[in-house]
């Protein structure tokens, strides 16, 4: 995607960072990044704060996430939001994710708007909150013809039920003899998949230093890099963001081919 250099230089002008984007190649900047935006209970809980604080910062690092993702020209930038099995947190907690998710999108809206921004879902949303559910038609509704970076949120997203829905699909347009079973492809199955139409992401990064996957994307992410940072998310900014991109960039990718000089 293009990208305004001037406003990436002005973005990135803090010299007292161990990192400079002159370090990164604009040329090779990933097209899909995907976050597991980990650690804002213990992020709240280090500072004697509610868990509940945790998620509300957790609002400002998203919010310049998605700035930092336009201004380097990232084409889709997707995040886990709510995951299928977040539903086993106290009630309290789960009411204030889903107001929060309602009143953040509204609130936000202006900057997908200034930005350009199309928003999207990753899950199963009829189980959400009826108000919650109108604010992301809305949200949806209102950037349908944005044509720059594309914004995913995963929300009451599991992996599996989303493969197992994706071959149910299948089953049942084999039974009724819209699909063949010659036609039955990976592209059959991506394509009846969330992220239908996104590419797969090229970088997943993970915060507050967690090893696992946690049920997210775990079809999409056959060939991504990860890159996993101790920081708790609310402490995830534009730099921690470069310095997921240098490793990006420092790997050989090979897609299960050999070495390429
Ligand atoms: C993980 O931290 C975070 C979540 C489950 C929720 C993510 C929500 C936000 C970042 C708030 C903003 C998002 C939107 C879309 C407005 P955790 O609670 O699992 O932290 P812990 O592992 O330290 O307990």
């Known amino acids: 995607m293009d990208f305004d250099s001037k406003k990436l230089e002005a973005y990135y002008s803090d010299a007292r960072e161990d990192i400079s984007l002159s370090e990164i190649d604009l040329d090779r900047i990933p097209s899909h990044v995907s976050i597991i935006m980990d650690g804002n ?5 280090e500072r004697g704060l509610d868990r509940s604080r945790g998620h509300v910062a957790g609002v400002d690092s998203l919010r310049e996430t998605v700035t930092t993702c336009v201004r380097l020209g990232v084409d889709a930038l997707s995040v886990y939001a709510f995951s299928t099995e977040n539903w086993k947190r106290p009630q309290r907690e789960v009411n204030l994710l ?18 350009n921004v199309r928003l999207r879902f990753l899950g199963d949303l009829e189980a959400l909150p009826k108000e919650t559910l109108k604010v992301f038609q809305r949200g949806l509704d209102e950037t349908a013809d944005h044509t720059g970076m594309e914004f995913a949120l995963a929300v009451n997203y599991g992996s599996r039920a989303e493969i197992t829905r994706a071959a149910r699909s299948i089953a049942q347009d084999v039974a009724s003899g819209a699909l063949s079973l010659d036609d039955v492809s990976e592209e059959a199955i991506s394509s009846r998949l969330y992220t239908s139409g996104l590419p797969d992401p090229d970088l997943l990064i993970r915060t507050s230093g967690e090893l696992r996957l946690s049920n997210y994307l ?43 000089k």
Do not use: C, I
Request: proline fraction near 5%; charge should be positive; aromatic fraction near 22%.
């Open 218 to 260: 775990l079809w999409q992410l056959a060939y991504t890099e990860f890159y996993v940072t101790p920081k708790y998310w609310p402490d995830f900014d534009r730099w921690e963001f470069l310095r997921a991109v240098r490793a990006f960039q420092s790997r050989n990718r090979r897609f299960g081919g050999v070495v390429s």
């Open 41 to 45: 209970g213990r992020w709240a809980q």
């Open 98 to 115: 889903m107001h929060l998710f309602a009143t953040t999108l509204v609130k936000e809206l202006p900057l997908f708007h200034q930005e």
